[in-house]
Every structure is written in C-alpha cells, then in structure tokens.
C-alpha cells in the first residue's frame, strides 16, 4: 500500500502546484491570461517534478513518525524547490513564476502532506492486518525472530496470525493445520525447510493453497517481505544463482560507466569539501586531514579505502563503530551525519576499487573472523564492494558479529537481485537516508 499512498502524494502535489498556478492565472494576475497558452506553464512543470523529487528524498509520505515531523518535512520541500527556483530566477534575470502563486503552494502543500501521511498510516495499518502469515516452523526462538523482523522496517508489511511445529502435524490424523489456518484467517502459510519435506504438511498446504492461501517457503518469504535471505534455511545450493556482475556482461558495463560517471562528478565536488575540513581541522579536529584503511574487496583482494578523518587519532587495530562512540570528534560527528566522510572514496571508485553501490567491504581481519564464524561469508566478495548498499539502507553500520550476521543476510538479497533497477533503489533510498535521516 505504499505505492497507493505515494500516488495519493504525487496527485495532492500536482492539484496544489497547478492550482495555484490557474488561481494566478485567472485571479491573481493584473490582467487574466490563458495559462496553457503560456510559456510558464514549463516552469510550473519544472517545479513540479522538483518538487516530487526532493519529496521523495526526504521520505514523503510514509517515512515521518508524526504529524508534526510530516508538516515540517512539508515545508521544507517547498522551501527547497522555491529557494532553487529563486537562484534561477537571478541567474537568468527574469522572473519565472508569480510570488503570490508560488507563496499559495508553499502554504498549501505543508497540509496536504500531513493529509497524505495520515492516509499513508492507515493504508499501512489496513495492508498489515490483510497479510496474516501463518508460520510452520522449528521452535517459538524461530517465531519470535520471524516477529521481530517484520517489526524492523519489512519492505511488505505483514503480521503473524499464529504457528505450529512440525510435531504438532505429523503426529495427529485431524488436519489440524489447514483448520488452524482457516480458524486464524491467515492469508500466507509459511513453511522452513524441515516442514516442506513432510507429506502430510504439503497435502493440507494444497489444499490451503486452492482455497486462496498463499503458500511460500520461509526463506521466499524473507526474500519478499523483508527484503534479505534468512541465512539458517540457506544451503551451498541454494547461492548459485546468477549475479549480475558475474553473469551479466552487459550490467557489468553498463554499472561500470554509472560508477565512473559518479566518481567524476564526486571528484568535482571533493575539492572545495577537502578546503573547508582542512580549515575546520585546525580548530575542532586537530590532526591528518585523511584517514586510509584496509579493506577486502572483489575476489578478496586486499584495497586502502580513502575517508575524511572523523576519530582523534590513535594507534593499534580499529574496533567495531558504535552509536555515540567516544572516539569520534565534534566535527566528525557532523561529517558522518552528512555523510561527507565517505566523499574520498570516490578516488576508490574511480580506481575501480569500489562500486557506488555493492556489499560495504570490511577490514581483513574482522573478515577472517567471519569467515571462521559465519557460514557462505566469502560469497559476498564475488562483486566489487559498494559506497553504499542494500544492507546498508536496511540496517545501517555494522557494530559486531551479530550485526555482520544480519547485513549479510541483506547482502545475499542483493546478490540474488542485483540490475540496474535495484542500484537506483539503493540509490533513492541512500539519498533519502541521507536528506531524512531513513533509507526505508
């Protein structure tokens, strides 16, 4: 339902911007004129794709947790697109769209957006109560992790209507799961592995699945509404799928020349950030202006990623990021807040390094602790490492094994997915992430 209440956003958008521009047209001007007939009509267009593009990177209409953060995201849209507009408008020395006009949408559109996210709220609350899952699975452990993740931010929102053990069906003639299914008007019956080898599950999953219930196995069902692959329902098998960038010579290229494209425009905008830090160093970050580092990259290569300095500088192993870590300094914390750290490592994408978007590569050593630990670790180092990435809009930085555990659950997701499609998913919602603090 997500999808209905962007376009519910988008139609309020467009009513606003084109309203107030007939309202100048046939009120608010000295003299009315026919708007389709003017030149300005491209302009109000321009401001109105602007306008949807900077709504959408600052998470519009779902992603504020209240009223009040909807409205003021609901100004600062329009304040932006307005303010770019206002540049233009000095560049090219003439005035491009009514003031008055221009003023109507900037009060309008504040509201209407508050009306969109409260449609958004509803629309997800009615879409969570219509996909019911009905779990077949090992243990209530198992339960209450498949209840957490779809708590977590799941990409189809969904609640569980109720679950049984294997034991509780194999062991009684009754069809005890097709009537606990039917009794709990569960929509999505959910099998692991375990259940999808017994006969008699398979036999009342049939006929659940000719009454209209939909039938997957858990980690489908992981891999649709949350977005990742459920590493304990994975065997070797199971990960030789085709990749993109192993299999696919012409996403290969196509991602290569995005990525050059990129590191080109990044390196442009690296010079004046790289100026502004260094004077800012001198006073609130004394130290290297750099900070370079190991990391594992394709084919587990070892490359030195390039950041902006944002810890006081110490010696020995680096030890796992954390939220609030000591380490970092006031002007840090600004540059990792804005992400203007990571701005060096277009050099890397340009050498070829990095991609823009892949699986976030990590330092040797922690890799080769992984590697002991986590089963399948070493598949996400088949593809060039990304600056940004699909676990990375998901679950954000990782700060020990277990959270290296989770990502990389996200991580197998988007090897199995991986196109251009999903980059520019990983794009939006980094940029989102970014400008709206959420990459959801």
Do not use: C
Not at 50 to 57: E, I, N, P
Not at 226 to 250: C, N, T, W, Y
């Amino acid at each position: 339902m997500r999808q209905a209440a962007r376009l519910i956003f988008v139609a309020g958008t467009a009513a606003t911007i084109y309203g107030a521009a007939f309202l100048h047209a046939l009120v608010l001007a000295p003299e009315p004129y026919q708007l389709l007939g003017d030149s300005r009509l491209g302009w109000w267009t321009v401001l109105f794709v602007a306008t949807l593009v900077v709504g959408y990177a600052t998470g519009l209409p779902e992603l504020p947790q209240s009223r009040l953060g909807a409205a003021v995201r609901g100004a600062v849209v329009p304040t932006s697109t307005l303010l770019a507009l206002a540049v233009a408008q000095s560049m090219l020395a003439t005035p491009l769209l009514p003031r008055s006009s221009m003023l109507v949408m900037s009060l309008v559109l504040p509201v209407w957006t508050v009306m969109a996210w409260n449609i958004s709220v509803d629309t997800n609350d009615w879409a969570a109560a219509r996909d019911r899952v009905f779990l077949v699975i090992e243990n209530e452990e198992d339960l209450n992790q498949v209840s957490e993740d779809l708590n977590r931010g799941p990409e189809r929102p969904a609640t569980v209507a109720g679950w049984m053990a294997l034991a509780d069906i194999d062991g009684h003639r009754s069809p005890r799961l097709l009537n606990a299914v039917v009794d709990t008007n569960s929509t999505v019956l959910v099998l692991d592995v375990a259940a999808q080898s017994s006969a008699r599950v398979i036999d009342q999953a049939a006929h659940l699945h000719e009454r209209g219930v939909r039938i997957r196995s858990l980690a489908l069902f992981y891999e649709e509404w949350m977005g990742k692959l459920p590493h304990r329902e994975l065997a070797r098998i199971s990960l030789l799928f085709d990749i993109g960038e192993v299999h696919r010579l012409q996403y290969v290229r196509a991602k290569r020349v995005v990525d050059v494209a990129f590191g080109l425009v990044g390196s442009v905008a690296l010079l004046p950030v790289i100026a502004a830090v260094a004077v800012l160093n001198l006073g609130f970050n004394r130290g290297p202006l750099f900070y370079s580092q190991p990391r594992v990259g394709q084919g587990g290569r070892e490359f030195t990623i390039l950041k902006l300095r944002t810890m006081a500088p110490h010696d020995g192993p680096s030890e796992w990021t954390t939220e609030g870590d000591t380490r970092i300094t006031p002007l840090g914390s600004l540059l990792r807040r804005s992400h203007l750290d990571e701005l060096p490592q277009v050099l890397n994408i340009l050498r070829g390094d990095l991609a823009l978007v892949g699986p976030r590569p990590e330092q040797p050593h922690y890799v080769e602790e992984l590697r002991e630990k986590i089963a399948f670790y070493d598949v996400r180092h088949l593809v060039r490492p990304g600056l940004t990435g699909w676990a990375q809009v998901k679950q954000g930085y990782t700060a020990d094994e277990n959270d290296a555990y989770e990502k990389l659950q996200y991580d197998f997701f988007y090897l199995r997915r991986q196109g251009l499609s999903l980059d520019g998913r990983i794009i939006w919602r980094t940029l989102r992430g970014v400008v709206g603090g959420d990459g959801r």
